[in-house]
T-cell receptor
Framework: ETGVTQSPTHLIKTRGQQVTLRCSSQ?????VSWYQQALGQGPQFIFQYYREEENGRGNFPPRFSGLQFPNYSSELNVNALELDDSALYLC?????????????FGSGTRLTVV | AQSVTQLDSQVPVFEEAPVELRCNYS??????LFWYVQYPNQGLQLLLK??????LVKGINGFEAEFNKSQTSFHLRKPSVHISDTAEYFC??????????????FGRGTQLTVWP
């Protein structure tokens, strides 16, 4: 297993800018989810992709969008950044194999909006 | 909708003492339950999971958890903690949607601090 890799690890952006965060999932994991974790909080679900289609979305505005690619990588895009978007963004992948239900998380991207 | 309540935001304990981190969930259907650990400035690491079968689940680092359906609880325990167990612990729940896992619902986390 190669694990889940996220890039970059840290990022500083200015309010109003756009940002793209990247995630490389484990081989064979056809489901990827993105979470936002504000300081001192539990992770909040942004959206989930299954076989390159969005199949679930949390309470986040449309300026949060994503893509999943055939090579198991994915992106999270955030437009018109706001100060409250400052958080740790976590990518998680999974496979639905009966004995392997569960998510593997990456180490996250720490986004700071100034 | 599912929800998770972690009853203690902070749990201080001395090294080699036992510890229990409490987690209750609400759901009208069968769920899958997880405990994750997060060390400072890192992502989430899976400690253990309950999918079905035996209600006592053993995980990594000597942790175990017991699923109690009647009390809708999934408390995490360790008989003797180490300083290295100091971290944030998250309880989470999800459903199986067809052949894929649904979203994870997380609790707010419990900060476990182990003192020498």
């Amino acid at each position: 297993e190669t694990g889940v890799t996220q890039s970059p690890t840290h990022l500083i952006k200015t309010r109003g800018q756009q940002v793209t965060l990247r995630c490389s999932s484990q081989s064979g994991h056809n489901t990827v989810s993105w979470y936002q974790q504000a300081l001192g909080q539990g992770p909040q679900f942004i959206f989930q992709y299954y076989r390159e289609e969005e199949n679930g979305r949390g309470n986040f505005p449309p300026r949060f969008s994503g893509l999943q690619f055939p090579n198991y990588s994915s992106e999270l895009n955030v437009n018109a950044l706001e100060l409250d978007d400052s958080a740790l963004y976590l990518c998680a992948s999974s496979t639905a194999g009966v004995s392997n239900y569960g998510y593997t998380f990456g180490s996250g991207t720490r986004l700071t909006v100034v | 909708a599912q929800s998770v309540t972690q009853l203690d935001s902070q749990v201080p304990v001395f090294e080699e003492a036992p510890v229990e981190l409490r987690c209750n969930y609400s759901s009208s259907v069968s769920v899958y339950l997880f405990w994750y650990v997060q060390y400072p400035n890192q992502g989430l690491q899976l400690l253990l999971k309950y999918l079905s079968g035996s209600t006592l689940v053993k995980g990594i680092n000597g942790f175990e958890a017991e699923f109690n359906k009647s009390q809708t609880s999934f408390h995490l325990r360790k008989p003797s903690v180490h300083i290295s167990d100091t971290a944030e612990y998250f309880c989470a729940v999800t459903l199986l949607r067809g052949s894929t896992l649904g979203r994870l619902y997380f609790g707010r986390g419990t900060q476990l601090t182990v003192w020498p």
